[in-house]
Structure formats: structure tokens, C-alpha cells
């Protein structure tokens, strides 16, 4: 069971992915929460998906629309993080969105 305010898949937030190395995806930036519910009802981290609105359409990246802007859902920088990392929640990836995410991450870790 999901507890209020608690962070759930295919919501997305402001999070704080500083500090990083080489070439992780850097700063404050919207992130996809894609770690099932029921993880994220227990545990103080979530497995959250950086949105860009830039870059190239690679496989591993999912086209979306958030809050009017053209992107894409990076899942080759997919990350762990602190529940303190999540700064502020800006809504949800359309449903439709999620079943691609999952899919695509499906399909990076199946044999």
C-alpha cells in the first residue's frame, strides 16, 4: 500500500543528481520515479529516470511530453536516490509514457 506523499512510479520531481562523475547527467533537473510502488512505500530511495528536453532518440531514451515540452525519459542514467534528493513533485508522465518506460527497461535487462 502506497502511504501519502510518498513518492509513486511515473511521477516526476525536481531532483538534486549533484555530485556526480564523468558523464552522469548533472544539477537539479525533472526525474521520472520508475521503481515499482511497492519499493517505494517501504524504502527511503527511489530509482528515478532523468528527463531532458534535449538529446538524441536513442532506443534506451523515451520520447515524452511533459508540462508542454518535448523530451525524452533517459534510462541509460537511470540512478538510486535519497528520498532528501526530491525536492519538489511536478506531476506525472502520461500512463502511456510509463508502459513505454517499463517496456524499454524490460528489454536493457532481460537476458
Do not use: W
Not at 32 to 48: G, H, M, W
Not at 54 to 59: I, L
Not at 90 to 104: D, I, Q
Request: overall charge positive.
Amino acid at each position: 500500500m502506497v502511504v501519502d506523499g510518498t513518492p509513486r512510479r511515473g511521477d516526476v520531481y525536481v531532483v538534486e543528481l549533484d555530485p556526480t562523475r564523468g558523464s552522469e547527467i548533472r544539477k537539479t533537473r525533472p526525474c521520472a520515479v520508475v521503481s515499482p510502488d511497492e519499493l517505494n512505500a517501504q524504502l527511503r530511495t527511489f530509482i528515478v529516470a532523468p528527463l531532458t528536453s534535449g538529446g538524441h532518440g536513442y532506443p534506451f531514451r523515451v520520447p515524452c511530453r511533459f508540462q508542454g515540452r518535448a523530451g525524452h525519459i533517459v534510462l541509460d542514467q537511470i540512478r538510486t536516490v535519497d528520498r532528501e534528493r526530491l525536492k519538489e513533485r511536478l506531476g506525472r508522465v502520461p500512463a502511456r509514457t510509463m508502459e513505454a518506460v517499463l517496456e524499454v527497461l524490460q528489454e536493457m535487462f532481460a537476458p
